[in-house]
Nanobody, 118 residues
Framework: QVHLVESGGGLVQPGGSLRLSCAAS????????MGWYRQAPGNERELVAV???????TYADAVKGRFTISRDNAKNAVDLQMHSLKPEDTAVYYC????????????WGQGTQVTVSS
């Protein structure tokens, strides 16, 4: 029922910036946790940043200080502002949403490619 739609991926040079956006549809209620995971070829999917509806935020150590996550609870939308991008940030980025009403099953977006290269 809940669908996540991502936008904002693309190609950027090292040191550049991108903003990813994700909006949830299919629910009239505020989602508890929203955020972003990423997966590079051959690697495990890893957490990038997650924010709860109460404002608690978790960042991966690799992005702390460079990425900023924010959300609009009324719209069930979440943004990820990425600065000082590095080639190591290259991955498919997946929007994530989780709510206790869904049990332990999160919802995932289709993924958007972020490529950092000169």
């Amino acid at each position: 029922q809940v669908h996540l739609v991502e936008s904002g991926g693309g190609l950027v040079q090292p040191g550049g910036s991108l903003r990813l956006s994700c909006a949830a549809s299919g629910t009239m209620f505020s989602i508890d946790a929203m955020g972003w995971y990423r997966q590079a070829p051959g690697n495990e999917r890893e957490l990038v940043a997650v924010i709860t509806r109460s404002g608690w935020i978790t960042y991966a150590d690799a992005v702390k200080g460079r990425f900023t996550i924010s959300r609009d609870n009324a719209k069930n939308a979440v943004d990820l502002q990425m600065h000082s991008l590095k080639p190591e940030d290259t991955a498919v980025y997946y929007c994530y949403a989780q709510n206790p009403d869904w049990g332990q099953q999160p919802r995932w977006g289709q993924g958007t490619q972020v490529t950092v290269s000169s």
